[in-house]
Structures are given as C-alpha cells and as structure tokens.
T-cell receptor, first 112, second 110 residues
Framework: DAGITQSPRHKVTETGTPVTLRCHQTENHRYMYWYRQDPGHGLRLIHY???????DKGEVSDGYSVSRSKTEDFLLTLESATSSQTSVYFCATRTPSTDTQYFGPGTRLTVL | TQLLEQSPQFLSIQEGENLTVYCNSS?????LQWYRQEPGEGPVLLVT?????EVKKLKRLTFQFGDARKDSSLHITAAQPGDTGLYLC??????????FGQGTTLQVKP
C-alpha cells in the first residue's frame, strides 16, 4: 500500500467540458503513472512521470495532458472530454528500486 | 507495442475446481508480473517471475515462467469464491512502464 488516493472517485460530465483527475501519494515514490481500463483492453498507459515536472507520453495519450508540480500529486486533464474517454482511470506509483507498481482505487468517469 | 495475450478471457467454475490462466507473447521479456484486481479496486501485485523455467507458489496459486521467457501461466488449485476477480499479466517496458494483457475474469461459484 503506497497511500494512494484518487479524486474524485466518480464523475459524470458532458462532452466538451474540461475534467481534471487528481492522484495523491504519501510514500514519496518517484515514478507515477496514469492508466485507463476498458473492457477487453486491460490497462493502457496514458502518461507517466519520472520526477517533478518530468513527464512523458504513454500508449494512449491523445486528448490527455498531465502535470506534476510536487512529488505527491499527479494530475490528469482532459481538455475537452469526449464519450470515448468514458473509462475507469487508475493512478500508480513506483520506486526506482523495483518494478512493482502500487495502484490507487480508481476514478470512474462517464462522459455523456 | 509488444502485446500480451491472455486466455481465457472469462472463466466461471465451481468451488474446488482447478484452473489455469495463460499469458503469451511473441517476444521475449525479461520479467513478468501477475496482478489481481477486485471490483472497485486497483490491481495488486501477486508475483514477479524473472528466470526462464521459474516456478513460484503463493498458497494455492502456482506461477510459471516459460523456458523461453515468452509465456507464463497461473494455476489455481481448489479454487474458492475468494479467488474471484480479474487476473492480469504485465511485462515491464522502459522506465518501469507496464504493458498489460487484456485480463482474465474469474468467477468461482460456491
């Protein structure tokens, strides 16, 4: 358990609105990740961070941006939400010394 | 993207039965992880296998890494309702990024 919280846990929004999801960790882990989970696709990496202000794209980054201004917080922003972004979003953290990732409880996002 | 193929995608069995879940790739990978996810929660790591031919046991769960390091299996003996969940295999990429299989949904009926 890496003390990961995600907020909000559930959100319903309309197409075209901006949405920001927050991931907060208490273990001072250097690496942080955002995944989305959809039926039949497992988890797919959206963006990741390897330090404060250091981020990079993952497999499905189009339509998403991230920011990390301090170690404990990693924000995922949908600039203009679309129905295809309806999904469950998971944040994860990792320390440099291991491949183990610790996941948060997820945020269920519905875009109408 | 080097894909991981999991099979079966769905499995519904009675309590006490045995089952095996497979994770296959066309590429060699250096290590493979198995995660378990319960409804409404994030995945939790069960095990990491690193060496070709390696076998690891976690109570009634047996994990095997293929000799050629292209495949892995998870075998559950005498399944119980508490084993119900989504089982995911994943391989590490650069900077610790994980590439997941599609997952196997297991339902164990009492």
């Amino acid at each position: 358990d890496a003390g990961i919280t995600q907020s909000p846990r559930h959100k319903v929004t309309e197409t075209g609105t901006p949405v920001t999801l927050r991931c907060h960790q208490t273990e001072n882990h250097r690496y942080m990740y955002w995944y989305r989970q959809d039926p039949g696709h497992g988890l797919r990496l959206i963006h990741y961070s390897y330090g404060v202000k250091d981020t990079d794209k993952g497999e499905v980054s189009d339509g998403y941006s991230v920011s990390r201004s301090k170690t404990e917080d990693f924000l995922l922003t949908l600039e203009s939400a679309t129905s295809s972004q309806t999904s469950v979003y998971f944040c994860a953290t990792r320390t440099p010394s291991t491949d183990t990732q610790y996941f948060g409880p997820g945020t269920r996002l519905t875009v109408l | 993207t080097q894909l991981l193929e999991q099979s079966p995608q769905f499995l519904s069995i009675q309590e006490g039965e045995n089952l095996t879940v497979y994770c296959n790739s066309s590429s060699v990978f250096s290590s493979l992880q198995w995660y378990r996810q319960e409804p409404g929660e994030g995945p939790v790591l069960l095990v990491t296998v690193v060496t070709g031919g390696e076998v690891k046991k976690l109570k009634r769960l047996t994990f095997q890494f293929g000799d050629a390091r292209k495949d892995s299996s998870l075998h559950i003996t005498a399944a119980q309702p508490g084993d119900t969940g989504l089982y995911l295999c994943a391989r590490s990429g650069n900077t610790g990024k994980l590439i997941f299989g599609q997952g196997t949904t297991l339902q164990v009926k009492p």
